[in-house]
């Protein structure tokens, strides 16, 4: 991935906190670079010496990130918050004007792609950050756009060699669109039935993604086929779960099931579809309706939200819930 672009528009707004309606939020530092530990500040030292070397974490990796970005429900401005006191980080930045934000995701080199969309066309831009971890500028890719629609219904997750897969929908139909970030050429998945695609993941070339939130499938992009009822059923997922992401490894998927006490985190094998076991547990009140997922950079860890707007996310030592009925979709 090119980390510049020689001919892409700035469409970078920083505004001051509380200069308007649409007033003040947004992105900033990954938790890549925090060396402040995200429970009591304590230190995690990560997995044991001798671990296999393709599962073993340093120490600065193992630790999840304090800060999530996200675009705000109503599409205005992306924000980043810090999970650790709920506060916003920064400034924002706000939606290019006429279009609204609706998708967010990391890119591999530590940036944020953002999706906007207007007029039936969705659009690509990338938030850079400096050394610091501040917001330097939000950048259109003018190269890099879509024709469909998109709403809070899409999808949206970028692969490590950076290409984007997008769900657009037409009449109620989706496709999947993967679009590369510089040369290459556009794929498109298409199928005559309608219903919601959510879920996508990345591992390789293959691409994971959840089908009328009950089927987990698997997708080759690297094949020549263009019909996603070519796409692999590995996995249904159980009764409250909606999504499901790839595991660290991509032998795994995680999934958040809620329940009338709570909810939990599982983990399945891709190989059979089999439960592997549970992550983490979080009890409450009310019932759990799961609305969003969102890994870490390494895949070791969860971030989960409800409908009722609460994010919870899975910590070495427990979990952490933040009130954030402002935020829909998530990249942590």
Do not use: C
Not at 13 to 41: E, H, T
Not at 166 to 171: E, G, N, P
Not at 203 to 222: H, K, N
């Amino acid at each position: 991935m090119n980390g510049t672009d020689t001919d892409g528009r700035s469409i970078w707004k920083p505004m001051r906190r509380g200069s308007g309606p649409l007033a003040a939020a947004v992105i900033v530092a990954l938790g890549v670079a925090a060396s402040i530990d995200f429970v009591n500040g304590r230190r995690d030292d990560g997995p044991k010496q001798g671990a296999a070397k393709r599962t073993t974490l340093s120490a600065r990796e193992a630790r999840p990130p304090s800060l999530v970005a996200a675009v705000r429900r109503d599409g205005t401005a992306v924000v980043v918050r810090d999970l650790r006191t709920g506060a916003d980080a920064g400034v924002t930045v706000a939606a290019p004007a006429g279009a609204r934000f609706h998708q967010i995701a990391r890119e591999p080199g530590g940036g944020y792609l953002v999706s906007a969309y207007a007029a039936g066309e969705v659009t690509f831009h990338r938030l850079r950050l400096d050394s610091a971890g501040r917001p330097r500028d939000l950048t259109a890719l003018p190269r890099v756009r879509l024709r469909g629609e998109s709403s809070a219904a899409s999808d949206m997750a970028v692969a490590g060699d950076g290409r984007i897969a997008y769900v657009t929908y037409s009449r109620g139909r989706p496709r999947i669109e993967v679009l590369p970030v510089g040369n290459g050429v556009p794929r498109t998945w298409t199928t005559p039935a309608t219903g919601r695609i959510g879920g996508l993941s990345w591992s390789g070339d293959t691409l994971s993604y959840v089908w009328r939130q009950r089927s987990v499938r698997t997708l080759d992009t690297a094949s020549r086929e263009d019909d996603l009822r070519t796409g692999e059923a590995v996995l249904t997922l159980p009764t409250g779960a909606t999504e499901a992401l790839f595991g660290r490894n991509a032998q795994t998927f995680v999934t958040a099931v809620g329940s009338q006490t709570g909810l939990s985190v599982e983990e399945y094998t891709a190989a059979t579809g089999q439960r592997a076991g549970t992550r983490w547990q979080q009890r409450l009140d009310v019932r759990a309706r799961i609305d969003r997922l969102a890994r870490d950079r390494t895949g070791t860890h969860l971030l989960v939200g409800t409908a009722d707007g609460r994010l919870f996310a899975g910590l070495p030592g427990g979990t952490r819930e933040l009130a954030a009925p402002d935020l829909g979709d998530l990249a942590w």
